[in-house]
């Protein structure tokens, strides 16, 4: 029973997506086969665990943990990792915010994760950008960070 | 009421664009953040629920299940735009547009 690939979409459905934990969309479900998408579930809920746990043991230990306030009107709704055409991990993120007024931020997060989580330091905002009047649809970051094109946004404007 | 002395009918003129982004400029101190806008093109959908961007490759789809991929540094030489929910099933529905 438990090659069925309904049930392993079912249990997909209910315990990873429905809980927002991350997981490929849908269109990599239909694609995976049975035994794939059991694997990727399972994989899914051991880090989603392994993120929660906090254990030294078996645990995910975060880098850096810091409170910010990216946007004070509205709410983040989405963050995005930037690779760095110099090779530098974790240099920068991009928030997005789709309030009455979209907003692109770029963030500084280089010197987090290097002080202790008393003395961390926030986050630099370097950039923003939202025209006025534009409705932000989609959002992509290059996973290459050697193209000229870093990032590409839907926008509604006159909306 | 009289046509015409309500309030005044607001006409809308939406435009769908993609905004394509440089996010590092390349300076003599090496790579310094910063948003900058490279260029926008118009798709010709309807806003674009799904924009994917690999090296110069992009390709967005929207919710009327049409979808167009087109090179980020001439996307003035126009677009493939497909129209399919299942694109790779159905290549015949492949067609050339200039957008």
Redesign the interface.
């Known amino acids: 029973m438990s090659r069925l690939k309904t049930l392993w979409i079912a249990l997909c459905t209910a315990y990873v997506t429905a809980q927002g934990i991350p997981f490929p969309n849908g269109d990599w479900v239909n694609q995976m086969s049975a035994p794939e998408l059991e694997i990727t579930t399972r994989e899914a809920l051991d880090r989603d665990h392994r993120l929660r746990s906090g254990s030294q043991r078996d645990g995910y230990v975060p880098k850096g943990r810091t409170n910010w306030q990216a946007n004070p009107s509205s709410a983040i709704s989405e963050i995005l990792f ?1 690779p ?3 090779g530098h991990e974790g ?2 993120i ?1 928030t997005v915010s789709k309030g009455i007024w979209c907003l ?1 931020s ?1 963030w ?1 997060i280089q010197a987090l994760g290097r002080e202790s989580e008393a003395t961390q330091p926030k986050p630099k905002t ?4 939202g025209p006025k009047g534009t ?1 932000f ?8 960070p ?14 | 009421m009289q046509p015409g002395l309500g309030l005044p009918s607001k006409k ?13 400029d ?1 300076t003599t101190d ?2 310094t ?3 900058h ?2 260029r926008t093109w118009n798709p010709t959908l309807s ?10 490759i ?1 390709v ?1 789809a929207d919710s009327r299940d049409r979808a167009a991929a087109v090179n ?2 001439s996307p003035e030489n126009g677009a493939v735009v497909l129209e399919s929910t299942t694109v790779s099933e159905h290549p015949q529905m492949v067609r050339k547009s200039r957008s």
């Open positions: 930037v760095d055409p110099a240099r920068c991009v692109i770029l500084d370097i950039d923003s950008w409705i649809g989609a959002i992509a970051v290059n996973s290459d050697r193209s000229g094109a870093s990032a590409a946004v839907a926008v509604t404007l006159g909306g | 809308t003129n939406r435009e769908h664009l993609i905004y394509i982004f440089s996010l590092f390349n090496g790579y953040p910063r948003i806008v490279l806003l674009c629920n799904s924009v994917s961007l690999c090296g110069d992009l967005v980020v540094h």
